[in-house]
């Protein structure tokens, strides 16, 4: 009941929200006449009410440009509130979410792994996912019914998403209920975890494996590797997705199994306290992020590009996923703005301009020089960078060659990306963009 105790504050009227404003009430007025309510209805179910629309501020913003064929969906699967081991209410992952600009948000708690079950117990599993609904009231947010089946090795941890209901996924004998977490933890893990993702299945959820690198927790260099548990449910067409990065660590193990077994590459937060403290945003850092690739902004659109595959991960300053999904991101990221051909020097300056979050750092894979430069360019986030190049084919036909130093196509592999330019001996250029 810590809620009912602290005292409202409204820094600003929420929008939008009928159950906050009524008409000639003002909102410090509705909020005193519902206090005392609060307070003799112990069993009125409390909402934490609508998220505050979040200070301007565009620096955080996670943005990347649409491409030719699809919107780009900035999202985060695998989050936590204190509905299971996180810390927060879900009203402020749906803040937090908010500030990043994301597009769609899970909050997946773990059904068994329940260490506030004495100060919040919530028989029904679906209330973080209701409790975010309600919060993102009026936003565009959208808000994915996930949550987290939790095992110990081999089947380790999944998420399950886009699902009706997360109740039916745990089982736990009513012999076995107690007020001791680890005790009911234990309990919990009595059910195979197979017969809970069959359950996530049979409601049409997209399930992918988290942090498949915690496979020895006592050694965490050892390799990740497939095991008959997650092949198994691969054969079966019941695992879709896993996670190449999660918190703080990417893993090229991980990339290697999507691109090995056809697997959708996710990157996550998995927060559980505050992405600000996780993340700095204010000194320019970022959660993980699933870029998806979707026909149109709907769960449903998401959920089929979560199927089909059409994800890229950004992690730090790296972006990760196949190499068709990364291309035409990198490719709706760069555009050679300016080509000026000096003829006297034979010299031609091109300016590159980069519509996205993450800096692009490119190196010369081209038959020209670079006078005076390394080949290397860094063309930085939302901004430009300029560079020279001489080559005897010019007046003629030049081709940009560029290795992505910062994007990942398979462990340790960058893509390429070659654009052609037509340079004629008065000066006049023509551009042909060259599809891969
Ligand atoms: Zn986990
Ligand atoms: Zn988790």
Do not use: C
């Not at 198994?232 to 879709?240: K, T, V």
């Amino acid at each position: 009941m810590i809620h009912a105790f602290t005292r409202p504050r409204f820094t600003k009227a929420p929008t939008g929200d009928p159950a906050h404003t009524r008409p000639g009430a003002p909102l410090a007025t509705a909020a005193r006449r519902m206090l005392p309510l609060l307070l003799v209805l112990p069993g009125l179910a409390i909402a934490h009410g609508v998220a505050l629309d979040p200070p301007a501020d565009e620096d955080r913003l996670i943005r990347f440009p649409d491409t030719g064929d699809y919107l780009t969906l900035v999202v985060d699967l695998h989050t936590h509130s204190v509905f299971s081991d996180g810390h927060v209410w879900p009203r402020i992952r749906v803040g937090e979410a908010l500030r990043d600009g994301l597009d769609a948000l899970a909050i997946t708690e773990h059904l068994e792994w329940q260490p506030h079950r004495v100060d919040i117990p919530h028989p029904d599993r679906n209330r973080a996912h209701a409790e975010a609904v309600a919060a993102a009231a009026g936003h565009e947010l959208m808000i994915v019914a996930g949550t987290e089946i939790t095992r110990e090795q081999p089947a380790g941890h999944m998420n399950a998403v886009f699902i009706e209901d997360a109740n039916v996924m745990l089982k736990v004998a009513p012999e076995a209920e107690t007020d001791d977490a680890e005790d009911y933890y234990i309990a919990a893990n009595r059910w195979p975890p197979e017969r809970a993702v069959q359950a996530a299945n049979d409601q049409g959820a997209f399930v992918f494996w988290n942090h498949a690198w915690w496979q020895s927790p006592d050694n965490p260099a050892a390799p990740t590797v497939m095991t008959d548990f997650h092949r198994g449910l691969i054969e079966s067409g019941q695992l879709h997705g896993i996670e190449i990065a999660n918190g703080i660590a990417y893993a090229e193990d991980a990339f290697q199994l999507a691109l090995d077994h056809g697997l959708t590459p996710l990157g996550v937060s998995d927060v559980h306290e505050l992405i600000d403290w996780d993340y700095r945003p204010a000194a320019g850092g970022h959660r993980p992020v699933t870029l998806v690739l979707a026909a149109e902004r709907s769960q449903a659109a998401l959920r089929e590009a979560l199927f089909a595959g059409r994800t890229v991960v950004w992690f730090e300053e790296t972006l990760i996923g196949r190499e068709p999904h990364l291309v035409s991101l990198l490719r709706a990221a760069l555009d050679v703005d300016e080509v000026n051909y000096n003829a006297l020097h034979n010299l031609v300056y091109v300016t590159v301009s980069n519509a996205s979050d993450a800096p692009i750092r490119l190196r010369n894979r081209g038959g020209y020089s670079m006078p005076g430069q390394t080949g290397d360019v860094e063309v930085p986030p939302h901004g430009t960078a300029q560079f020279a190049l001489r080559s005897d084919a010019v007046p003629g036909e030049v081709e940009l060659d560029f290795e992505v130093l910062n994007a990942l196509i398979a462990p340790k592999v960058h893509p390429r990306l070659t654009h052609k330019l037509r340079i004629e001996a008065a000066g006049g250029v023509d551009q042909v963009d060259l599809a891969r």
